[in-house]
């Protein structure tokens, strides 16, 4: 069974550009949620998508958008880059809504912004 | 406040002794708890999962839910260098059609042989 997997490993941008992140979802997953965390802090909820849909967002601006592809794998885009932004991005797959409880989470990519 | 409240430590004892870990939280409609080990640079890696009050082991691991109390908590016994981590406890509950997890700050652990 293959794990979760993102990249790039590590990321360095300047402000106001774009970044976009990819993670592969465990093998038979089709839910894929993407999580931030700051230094010393739990993840924060970005979004999650189910079958290639958005169906839950958290307190993140428009500027963090996302995709999911019929293979499951995943995209976080993040526009208009603020230093704030710098942190580690994590993706979580899981099985479907019925047992999305159990979310595995890859390694993650540290995102710097200069 | 904070949805999610864990102390974040740091927390460091000997090798072998006994373990708490804790965070309690303010929203009732949470539905299921969670415990997750964090090593430096790497993703968070489940531990623990219970939806119910009570305790759940395994191993050396005990998850403990108090959903009264609005409360929980991870024992670790016989500790061991190798437990040396961040250990984040994790809430869910559904936010419109999602599963969102919601995370504590995360307990910097060391144990020190």
């Known amino acids: 069974e293959t794990g979760v997997t993102q990249s790039p490993t590590h990321l360095i941008k300047t402000r106001g550009q774009q970044v976009t992140l990819r993670c592969s979802s465990q093998?038979?997953?089709?839910?894929v949620s993407w999580y931030q965390q700051a230094l010393g802090q739990g993840p924060q909820f970005i979004f999650q998508y189910y079958r290639e849909e958005e169906n839950g967002r958290g307190n993140f601006p428009p500027r963090f958008s996302g995709l999911q592809f019929p293979n499951y794998s995943s995209e976080l885009n993040v526009n208009a880059l603020e230093l704030d932004d710098s942190a580690l991005y994590l993706c979580?797959?899981?099985?479907?809504?019925?047992?999305?409880?159990?979310?595995?989470f890859g390694p993650g990519t540290r995102l710097t912004v200069l | 406040q904070k949805e999610v409240e864990q102390d974040p430590g740091p927390l460091s004892v000997p090798e072998g002794a006994i373990v708490s870990l804790n965070c309690t939280y303010s929203n009732s409609a949470f539905q299921y708890f969670m415990w997750y080990r964090q090593y430096s640079r790497k993703g968070p890696e489940l531990l623990m999962y219970?939806?119910?009050?009570g305790n759940k082991e395994d191993g050396r691991f005990t998850a403990q839910v108090d959903k009264s109390s609005k409360y929980i908590s991870l024992f670790i016994r016989d500790s061991q260098p190798s437990d040396s981590a961040t250990y984040l406890c994790a809430i869910g509950h559904m936010a419109s059609r999602a599963q969102k997890l919601v995370f504590g700050q995360g307990t910097r652990l060391t144990i020190n042989p």
């Open positions: 979580a797959s899981s099985s479907g809504l019925a047992g999305a409880d159990t979310q595995y």
């Open positions: 219970t939806y119910s009050s």
């Open positions: 093998s038979g997953h089709n839910t």
